[in-house]
């Protein structure tokens, strides 16, 4: 077993995952996995980091496979006795003029970005070291949503003692509603990205808080993190950040240093803490 530290990005054979890779790459004292479902995309962003003179590693993930997942966690228990840093970045989105039907995109969407998410969280963050830094790439646009959301749902998910189990279920009845055509009537906003975004900043709160109570004195810090607005396959070429500007905030969240005790559970913009 190694004894060095290792660092894992989701979904970052392109874009801000690639960026934090490229990062994580110049300032992490350690090994760093650049992560993607299809092999050959993946093994592509490698030689192109490698052509820049940088030493990423890789593996396979699809983190709609709970199996490649299973698979991933098996590996890094096995060499290096658990992770150090986890950037949970991938996701998706579908473009404003899809035609895809509504309930559709609510589902896909869902599926990736909050339960796949989920799904590493789950399988992962046992593995995470003393002193490890977690973070979960989410957006503005869940505190936007979170606005447009019913008083009731905005009490849900700005609550301090919610639970994993009672976000699951609100993520499940997003879903269900938006397949019935109710989804307005019982308070959500129009956009499964955001809602699957509201999920993965709450989910961020829930996990930090399990944390602190369960593993209390072992410095592991937890946060979600709005990127900004990046051009990217998926926010278009008019976006005002490259993914190198992008990525500034999470790699700052992933390498806060050892003596850091904050921030911790939070929602992060522009490495400011927001209000949630």
């Known amino acids: 077993m190694s004894n060095t530290q290792v660092a894992v990005v989701t979904g970052s054979n392109k874009g801000i995952g690639l960026a934090i890779v490229r990062a994580l790459c110049k300032q992490f004292p350690g090994d760093v996995y650049l992560t993607s479902r299809d092999p050959g995309r993946g093994q ?9 003179g940088l030493k990423p590693l890789f593996h396979q993930l699809d983190i709609d496979d709970l199996q490649s997942i299973r698979a991933l ?13 986890l950037v949970n970045n991938a996701g998706i ?7 895809t ?10 599926k990736t970005n909050f339960f796949g998410t ?5 399988e992962l963050l046992p593995l995470i070291k003393p002193y490890g830094r977690v973070v979960n790439v989410s957006s503005m646009v869940s505190s936007s949503a979170l606005g447009s959301c019913s008083q009731q749902l905005q009490q ?11 976000l699951v279920q609100l993520m499940t009845k997003f879903v269900e ?15 499964a990205y955001g809602v699957s975004k509201i999920g993965v900043t709450v989910l961020s709160r829930i996990q930090a808080r399990l944390l602190s109570q ?7 810090l937890l946060n979600a993190c709005c990127p900004g607005w990046v051009r990217t396959d998926m926010a278009g070429p008019k976006a005002t950040k490259s993914p190198d500007e992008g990525a500034e905030t999470p790699v700052y969240l992933a390498l806060l240093p050892p003596s850091a005790d904050s921030p911790h559970g939070q929602f992060v913009s522009n490495k400011t803490v927001r209000a949630w």
Do not use: M
Request: proline share 4%; charged share 25%; with cysteine.
């Open 214 to 220: 369960h593993r209390p004195g072992e410095h592991i």
């Open 101 to 110: 039907p509504f309930a559709t995109q609510a589902e896909v969407t869902l």
């Open 93 to 99: 989105a579908f473009k404003v003029h899809d035609t």
């Open 177 to 191: 509603d938006t397949k019935k055509g109710v989804h307005q009537q019982e308070g959500w906003p129009n956009t």
């Open 118 to 122: 989920r799904n590493v969280c789950t």
């Open 44 to 52: 592509a962003a490698v030689e192109q980091l490698q052509q820049e």
């Open 73 to 85: 966690r098996d590996f890094l228990k096995e060499k290096y006795g658990g992770l150090n840093v």
């Open 156 to 166: 849900h998910f700005r609550s301090d003692t919610i639970t994993e189990q009672q």
